[in-house]
């Protein structure tokens, strides 16, 4: 069965200064992989995926993310933050395309000023 | 835009009542899903639907049922709820070639 690892639960990072969140799944063909973001109160927003092609993703916001095969791992990066990227963070894995996901547990940012 | 619309924010049930959440989806999006999130769990997915009139079971299924009668509304069922569903519910639609779009949440709390 597939599944997801979020290895850190909370991170905090000062405004401006650079962010990495760490995924890694665990999935026997070639998955398909999403990075969703939930401010608090809210529902799931999808940042960024990825299907195939290009190992290096673009999402919205400006987040970034890359799929490394050898070592399993989605990362999610963004070269300076905002106070306003204050969320959750959730990592996710579906072995075919937009059918059901399956989630990490998530990581929560915390920005200080 | 895509909306998915669920149809409470915040419910409060009692012991053994039995709940209905509902969940509408405006885009002819074929799948729809229920996911329950819990602090420290994330989100665990309990039924999906692939098309009208089709379920299947989730990693969590149980003490759940989902009805989908109509192509844009999903709704899931607590036949006799308990304390230990007490949770944050989101429902979720997507299609073939569109990503999963999450409605807010219910926040539903079993007493």
């Known amino acids: 069965a597939q599944s997801v690892t979020q290895p850190d639960i909370h991170i905090t990072v000062s405004e401006g200064a650079s962010l990495e969140l760490r995924c890694n799944y665990s999935y026997g063909a070639t998955p398909y992989l999403f990075w969703y973001v939930q401010s608090p109160g809210q529902g799931l927003q999808l940042l960024l995926k990825y299907f195939s092609g290009d190992t290096l993703v673009q999402g919205i916001k400006g987040f970034e993310a890359e799929f490394k095969r050898s070592q399993s791992s989605f990362n999610l990066r963004k070269p300076s933050v905002h106070w306003s990227d204050a969320a959750e963070y959730f990592c996710a894995v579906s072995n075919f395309g937009n059918e059901k996901l399956t989630f990490g547990t998530g990581t929560r940012l915390t920005i200080i000023p | 835009d895509v909306k998915v619309t669920q149809s409470s924010r915040y419910l409060v049930k009692r012991t053994g009542e039995k709940v209905f959440l509902e969940c509408v989806q405006d885009m002819d999006h074929e799948n729809m899903f229920w996911y329950r999130q819990d602090p420290g769990l994330g989100l665990r997915l309990i039924y999906f639907?692939?098309?009208?009139?089709?379920?299947e079971k989730g990693d969590i299924p149980e003490g759940y049922s989902v009805s989908r009668e109509k192509k844009e509304r999903f709704s899931l069922i607590l036949e006799s709820a308990s304390t230990n569903q007490t949770s944050m519910y989101l429902c979720a639609s997507s299609s073939r070639v569109t990503e999963a779009f999450f409605g807010q949440g219910t926040r539903l709390t079993v007493v």
């Open positions: 639907s692939y098309d009208v009139k089709m379920k």
